[in-house]
Structure formats: structure tokens, C-alpha cells
């Protein structure tokens, strides 16, 4: 049976797009809340297969999206490097912050598959109970945006840190991406053991890089990891998501070696439809607000999208993460309005 997520990122056009949508399990589902209120922490949660598979699974089993991403965070690569990572009911998360080259030196990189195995035991479950034509989605954070937290201690409104370092002592920044670069790389070399189809790599904080960095320390790094994967595993598909970037982007697709360039909500879908879609495979970008309001709103605004990008190669999805406060009807009226799309 065809996984016409996998024709997508082939750069097929279709009768009607591929859909999934970033942070589709997740606080705003009801079994999700049941699930969390059994389990100490997040990261427990991330590390119970048996449970993240079924976290996996409850919108597959909703709304029929043609992907399922494995339920995981990005910060469990710096968990598994050794950095205390924790997170907190309206907090956001929180690390044991790097503040000097011993931190670096410290770090676990050895540690990383044995750390994250549940991760892969996880995937190989919901490999077993996925439908045929559901394909499965693992992912991982891009060495810059892990570093932002990394040495915030968290999530960060100015990024003072992590910018003062990346410009007083660049090369000492180089060291830890490079060690960020290796661990994902291994980490997403794992996924694809495991069973995965294909990978994201979010980028949430490349739009606060300054240009004259940007090369360095997002679309390196970025490379990298995809030039090792694929020296093992060379039919691999990567779909990238760089947030907020803006002109970059363009740079950021011919040099990265994505496959795919997944759109925030501030990107012109007529943008990527003119400039961008002869490159790769576009994937967005609907306001998550949007989402959130549901009804005709919703549905006019998708199909404008779908009607700019649906003669190319495709993916339906959002512009960023599913809204905790979304009511999980408007997600099922959308997944199925989209399938209907095949059926005219």
C-alpha cells in the first residue's frame, strides 16, 4: 500500500496532500491528559514505551493523518548527554545550564543510544501498530536551538547567553555544536534502525541568529548531521524546519540537503509556491491560531493554502505546534476536509 507521505517527499504531485500536524499528541487531547496524570514527570513519559507509543497512536487513531511522529522532546538529547533537564507545569522546561569547557567536556556523548534505547523501543511498537499507509516521523532538535536551551537553562526571550558566547568565543560555541552534531546524528541513525521513515529536524530559534552567523551555527550543523545519516542510510528523507528565518531560507534549502522545507505562519504560501517549491518539497502552514478558531475560518484559510501549493509537491500541516487550548473537533473536521480533497 502507497504512503503518499513518502510520494511527497519524493516530489510527487497529488491528488490530494499528505496532512499530520506538529504537536498532534498532545496536551489539547483528553486521553493525553488521562495518560500524563499517571506519569511523575514528562520526560517518564517520554521514556515509557509502552505509553509513548500510545501517546503516538491516539491521533492516528482520531483523525486518520497520513504520518505519526513519535512522541518524544528535542531536549532529550542534552538529558542524555548528562545536563539535568526537567520540566514544569506552566514553566516550560529546565537544564542544569553549561557555563564553561568542563560542562562541555563533561558531556556523555558515548551515552547516547544506550540513554534514549526506550526511544527506540517506542518506535518499533508503533511501527507494529501503525496502518500501512500511515507513515512514521521521527525527529530531532538542530544542534543550534538544543544549544539555546543548553545554555540559557531553558527557553529565553533575549537569548543573552548563548548570543554573547557564540560571539566572544566562537570556537569554544564550534566545540559544542559539533558534539550536539554527533549525538543527533547517532540519535537519528537510531530512529531509522528502529523504523522510522523519515526525519525532522526542528530549528525553533534559527530566526534569532544574526546573518552574519547564520551559516556557522544553523546551516552547517544542520548539513552535517544530514551528510552522516545519510553515509549509512542514503535513502533517508529529512524535512527541515527552520522557524522564522524569513530570505535565509532559500540558502538554507540548497545547502542543507533537505528534501523537504517545512513553512512557519509568517511565510507566503504564494512565497514558496513561486520560489521555493522547484526546490524541494514545501510543507505548512496554517496558523495554529487559526486551528484554534475552527469552523469556516479554518476551512477557507486551508483551502487557499491548499489551492497555492497543491500543484506541487505538498504536505498539509501547521505553521507551528497544535495550541494546548484547540478543541480536538476542529482537528477532525480539518483531517477531514483534507481527505475529502481526493475524492473530488
Known sequence: ?????????????????????????????????????????????????????????????????????????????????????????????ELEPIISTNDIKSLLVNNVNNHLSPVYETIKKVKRRLPEDVSLLGFAGAPWTVATYMIEGGSSRDFLKVKTWARQDPERFDYLLSLLVEATSDYLVGQIDAGVDAIQIFDSWAGVVPSDQFKRFVILPTKKIISNVRKLKPDIKFIGFPKGIGPEISEYISETGIDCISIDSTLSPNYAATFLQDKCTIQGNLDPVILLIGGKTMIKAADQIMETLGHGPFIFNLGHGVMPQTPPENIELLAKHIRSQGEK
Open 1 to 93: 500500500m502507497k504512503k503518499i507521505f513518502l510520494e511527497a517527499l519524493n516530489r510527487k504531485s497529488l491528488e490530494r496532500p499528505p496532512f499530520w500536524f506538529m504537536r498532534q499528541a498532545g496536551r489539547y487531547l483528553p486521553e493525553y491528559r488521562k495518560i500524563r496524570q499517571r506519569i511523575p514527570t514528562f520526560l517518564d513519559l517520554c521514556y515509557n514505551s509502552e505509553l509513548a507509543a500510545e501517546v503516538t497512536m491516539q491521533p492516528v487513531n482520531r483523525f486518520k493523518p497520513d504520518v505519526a511522529i513519535l512522541f518524544s522532546d528535542i531536549l532529550v538529547i542534552p538529558d542524555a548527554l548528562g545536563r539535568k533537564v526537567t520540566f514544569s507545569t506552566g514553566m516550560g522546561p
